[in-house]
């Protein structure tokens, strides 16, 4: 079997302050710090803003063994209308972990309203021929795109399926918990479903802790998806580091050894596990 790697989708949150990271700790050193605990990343910012060498190179440099999945920017999966000049920056951008031995893939995470249709598996098609020779994850928020033959079409383009752990809200795809493309990748986002339309904050949509109960269905669904490939896990219920609490638990229970931080303990001692 090949392993299991756990680790969170992104790692530059201030509210992480006083709870994974210590209160003290400068900005610099909190990729080194992560690095003491995870051995995988998802880099995000990424999707925000076009990426510069010199950002990706830092991390490489800051780092020993950490492995990186870089989420590609949302002119790719929101916008849709990207140019050939805005393909080359991103491309030229990302060079320094896409050409190292620390990548993992690239990540499109589409929204909701992206629906299956002829049209978006065209345009889907173009993604693919346009990043061709990376290794692609991909995350389809519609549930329209649960479909057999969906799978394998994505799967022929050379994207490997993101699965993924959500609130069951109509038209949002959970799941589907199956296994396309040469790896597994997951993605936990919490189940907040009070906030994920309607929290006045970006933030409050990953306000979410799961309980040791709701990690073990997790577990096990994993478990039935690997397959014997590699798989990625990431964790984006990001609020004041809720997501590291829960991805250092998961790796418990993986037979991992873990330390979680004084400041996760002090501020969800009443939620952590005896």
């Known amino acids: 079997m090949k392993g299991v790697y756990i680790g969170c989708s992104g790692f530059s949150y201030k509210d992480w302050r006083g709870t994974f990271y210590p209160s003290g700790i400068s900005q610099s050193d909190l990729i080194r710090y992560y690095e003491k605990f995870f051995e995988v990343l998802e880099i995000n910012y990424t999707f925000y803003s076009m990426p510069h060498t010199y950002t990706l190179e830092s991390f490489l440099k800051k780092t020993r063994r950490l492995r990186f999945s870089i989420k590609v920017n949302s ?76 799978f394998e079409e994505l799967e022929s383009l050379g994207f490997n399926l993101v699965n993924v ?26 189940r907040n479903k009070d906030k994920w339309f309607k929290g006045e904050e970006s933030y409050e ?28 896990i990431f964790f984006n219920n990001h609020y004041r580091g809720k997501g590291a609490l829960n991805a250092l638990q998961l790796k418990g229970l993986f037979s991992e050894a873990v330390e979680i931080p004084k400041g996760l303990v002090a501020a969800f001692s009443k939620r952590l596990w005896e």
């Open 75 to 150: 002119v790719f999966t929101h916008v849709r209308s990207y140019t050939d000049n805005e393909l080359r920056k991103f491309k030229e951008g990302i060079k320094p972990i896409a050409e190292s031995q620390r990548f993992i893939a690239l990540l499109f995470q589409f929204p909701q309203n992206f629906t299956y249709s002829p049209e978006s598996m065209v345009y889907l098609k173009r993604l693919s021929e346009d990043f061709v020779g990376y290794d692609r994850a991909i995350e389809l928020r519609s549930r329209s795109f649960n479909r057999a033959e969906v």
């Open 165 to 190: 752990d959500a609130p069951k809200i109509k038209g949002l795809l959970v799941g589907p918990w199956k296994s396309v493309g040469n790896f597994n990748y997951v993605r936990l986002h919490g």
């Open 205 to 232: 949509r990953y306000d979410y802790l799961y309980s040791e109960e709701e990690l073990l269905e997790l577990k096990d669904k994993i478990e039935k998806l690997r397959q014997g490939k590699d798989t990625y």
